[in-house]
């Protein structure tokens, strides 16, 4: 096995639970993180106690607060910024880049300055065109804790797949492949908003009937708006798709379904999303989204709900309302059913 320098952007628990596959694979990992205190602490105690406590870190990894010679001694960069920072850690990094070197997001979200991917934030750069987006089902914590675990890897670049499987596959961790980056990459960001909305349904004590009718209409509705974009409806079935709906919207692990379970609970926005301590991207999500729908008249009437129960103090009913009268009529979109006259 050909022994590769690695560079992960992020001290959090994402970042740091990729690192650490990486470096118990026999890569050579630098973590890039801003706050020296926790640089410290993993080279002295090999722990992370802030955001991935309980799991020991491969000696190995080495956390770092210099992002110039991180990027620079590095072949591949794995950028787990929470989207909000993205943008502004990407700009520091492109004078460091060379043609050769591959970015990989593993951030599911939106830029909130304008309507893109973060994908789209590592396209601009103009030395390297060598991307990847990892997405799937991955709570940081359960694959820090040694769980079986799969993930896919997006890029129209064989070699970036390649390499993305060559540095993180291990007895706990497959890696798919995907040539479908806008469908992967837009699946990660949009099940965040139905793990809060799941969230919600949990605190109110919903039944499976319920959980199940949710979580289905939300696939629906986030193929309908990523095939809008130029996604492929199929990839909504895999690990990227249903894989990662199914793990955020049925887990305490995650912070989304952790602010609707606040908010059904209730806790209003603000609290909620303080509460959780670490990013819970699908509020900017929800914003982005639902905003892009309008201009585009897609029907995406759980997000619509969502977004008027937290921004506009609307009551729960109009979101079940939302759900329950809603206009779409057929169960299964894309079909080859041919009265199937969509919305
Ligand atoms: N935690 C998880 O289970 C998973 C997270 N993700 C995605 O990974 C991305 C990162 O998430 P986590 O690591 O979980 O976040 P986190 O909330 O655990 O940590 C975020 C890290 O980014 C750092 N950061 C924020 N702004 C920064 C800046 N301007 N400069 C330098 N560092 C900055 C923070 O200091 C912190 O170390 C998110 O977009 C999330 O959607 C994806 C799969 C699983
Ligand atoms: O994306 C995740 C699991 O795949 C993590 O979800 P949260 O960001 O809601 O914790």
């Known amino acids: 096995m050909m022994k590769h320098s690695v560079c992960v952007l992020g001290g959090g628990s994402f970042g740091t639970a990729l690192a650490n596959i990486m470096a118990n694979n026999g890569h050579q990992v630098s973590q890039w993180m801003r706050n020296e205190e926790q640089v410290e602490e993993i080279n002295l105690t090999g722990l992370n106690s802030r955001y991935l406590p309980n799991a020991p870190l491969h000696r190995e990894l080495l956390a770092t607060s210099n992002l110039e010679q991180a990027i620079r001694e590095s072949d591949t960069v794995f950028v787990s910024i929470p989207s909000k920072s993205f943008e502004q850690v990407v700009q520091r990094i492109e004078p460091l880049l060379t043609a050769d070197k591959i970015l990989i997001s593993t951030t599911k979200g939106f830029n909130p300055n304008r309507f893109e991917l973060m994908s789209d934030v590592l396209r601009r750069n103009p030395i390297t065109q060598k991307i990847g987006v990892l997405s799937g089902p991955n709570l940081a914590k359960e694959i820090a804790a040694g769980q079986m675990t799969g993930s896919v890897i997006a890029s129209a670049d064989d070699l970036v797949r390649q390499r993305v499987i060559e540095l993180l596959k291990s007895p706990t961790f497959r890696v798919y492949e995907n040539r479908d980056c806008k469908g992967v990459e837009l699946a990660g960001a949009l099940k965040n908003i139905y ?77 909620a999303v303080g509460g959780i301590g670490e990013v819970a991207e699908g509020v900017n999500t929800l914003k982005m989204v639902v905003e892009e729908a309008h201009k585009h008249g897609l029907y995406m009437p759980l997000a619509e709900g969502l977004s008027k129960l937290l921004f506009e103090n609307a009551k729960l009913e109009s979101l079940i309302g939302s759900m329950m009268t809603g206009e779409q009529k057929w169960d299964v979109e894309f079909a080859t059913n041919e009265e199937s006259d969509n919305v």
Request: proline share 3%; with cysteine; aromatic share 6%.
């Open 195 to 271: 793990a809060i909305v799941c969230g919600l349904a949990k605190a109110m004590n919903v039944g499976e009937n319920t959980m199940s009718m949710i979580m289905t209409r939300s696939l629906a509705e986030m193929s309908r708006f990523a095939v809008h974009f130029g996604a492929n409806p199929m990839t909504f079935l895999g690990l990227a798709g249903m894989g990662d709906l199914i793990a955020t919207c049925t887990s305490p692990l995650s912070r989304n379904y952790r602010v609707g379970f606040a908010i059904g609970s209730g806790e209003n926005l603000e609290e």
